[in-house]
């Protein structure tokens, strides 16, 4: 089945008790039990709830997985893998991670234990090198957040099954429509669906698949003994945002593709950070493992100032933390999705205060590149052309 298909049937489309063509919101807490002390499929919607059921089922089936669970967040979800890690158990990082993963790790991995490193994700050997005889897992995200470096998923994931390791991945950026970890050999699949999967800035929703049986296990679990389950309603909003995400993303790409492409020679533009630039670090990589670019781009305007009359001049692309939208959104990664990375370890990983990240929506692709153009226009040519500094470091909010 090709995925155009697949994201309206994938999944129970209709539903199996009068045929309704939206799969209905179970919005019940609770279920009649025919016969108290018998077991029925579903007795408690923390336990299990058909509406979830449904959109489990179709991000497995998407994801190429055996087993779907739906959380309240993207970052419930990070926490279900995260936090059943145990005292003395070793976890690798990419370096280039989502803001909120790095807090999660550096503020709650020691209160339980938990040893962690991050690595260069982009170099397959220092994976190898950090492998301790207590390391359980590597954990990546590719393309990065805000800089779209790329991993070697299949590199990684052969590493870590020669050594015992379990390799998990955030997918966020690529979403199922471009690119299938489970298939290159990776054990646990991570999405925020609150970003393209949705896909209209309406929903906080987190996803994890996976094909092995006992991490399976381990994530219904935490699921009812966390409580951090995606109530019926939300699922619903996400199945209905799924029936789309193909279309959706072929659309977004398209205009993020032409916009990078457009503003790669743009003098008032010190980089473009797009995965199918040619010249964008591991492109051929990309290349092998997704099937698109993807519709977040990132540039670089040099300076804190430069930034600041962008975003005042921009008119098309909403200004908010968050991607993944119908309608653009620019953000600020230095104040906005890495405000919780330590101000010297932002600076290192070169998330500086020129970045601006894009999420292109659905708009016209001309319309956006104009007003992006226009912005431009207000950016001082001299101060992306020179080295940044860093003497005018804004306080992130
Ligand atoms: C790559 C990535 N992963 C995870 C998250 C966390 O998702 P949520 O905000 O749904 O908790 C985000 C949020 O921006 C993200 O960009």
Not at 58 to 82: D, N
Not at 189 to 210: E, P, Q, R, Y
Not at 212 to 234: R, V, W, Y
Not at 287 to 294: E, I, V, W
Request: aromatic share 8%; with cysteine; hydrophobic share 40%.
């Amino acid at each position: 089945m090709k995925l155009d298909t697949k994201v309206i049937h994938g999944g129970p489309l209709t539903d199996q008790h009068t045929g309704s063509s939206s799969i209905p919101i179970y919005q019940s807490s609770t279920f009649h039990q025919k016969n108290f002390a018998e077991a029925q499929e579903f007795t408690y919607t923390r336990f299990g709830n058909p509406t979830r059921q449904a959109l489990e089922e179709t991000i497995a089936c998407l994801e190429f997985a055996e087993h779907g669970y739906a959380f309240s967040s993207g970052m419930a979800a990070i926490s279900a893998v995260l936090l059943n890690f145990s005292a003395g158990d070793h976890v690798v990082f990419c370096k280039d991670i989502y803001g909120g993963a790095h807090q999660l790790v550096s503020e709650m991995f020691p209160k339980h234990g938990i040893e962690y490193s991050y690595v260069d994700e982009t170099d397959p050997s220092a994976w190898e090198t950090a492998i301790q005889a207590n390391t359980k897992a590597f954990y990546i995200e590719t393309p990065s957040n805000p800089l779209l470096k790329i991993t070697d998923i299949q590199a990684v994931a052969s590493l870590a099954k020669e050594n015992g390791i379990t390799t998990i991945i955030d997918n966020t950026f690529m979403t199922p429509v471009y690119q299938n970890p489970i298939k290159l050999g990776v054990d646990i699949v991570i999405h925020s669906a609150t970003k393209f999967i949705n896909g209209h800035s309406d929903v906080t929703a987190g996803l994890v698949v996976t094909s092995n049986e006992e991490i399976a296990e381990m994530l219904c679990k935490t699921q009812k003994m966390f409580g951090s389950m995606l109530d019926p309603h939300n699922c619903w909003l996400v199945l209905r945002g799924i029936k789309t995400m193909k279309i959706r993303m072929d659309s977004k790409t398209e205009n993020a593709a032409f916009i990078a492409n457009e503003l790669q020679h743009h003098n008032k533009v010190r980089a473009v950070y797009y995965p199918t630039l040619a010249n964008h670090a591991g492109a051929d990589i990309h290349a092998k493992q997704a099937t698109s670019g993807g519709a977040v781009l990132t540039i670089d305007l040099g300076t804190y100032e430069n930034a600041a009359v962008f975003f005042e001049n921009i008119t098309v692309p909403i200004v908010a933390v968050s991607l993944g939208g119908v309608e653009s959104i620019l953000s600020y990664p230095y104040t906005m999705s890495h405000a919780c990375v330590p101000e010297k370890e932002r600076i290192e990983l070169g998330v500086t205060e020129g970045l601006i990240r894009l999420s292109c929506g659905i708009e016209d692709k001309q319309d956006l590149l104009d007003d992006i153009v226009k912005a431009l226009e207000y950016v001082d040519a001299g101060a992306v052309s020179q080295d940044a500094g860093q003497d005018s470091m804004v306080e992130p909010f």
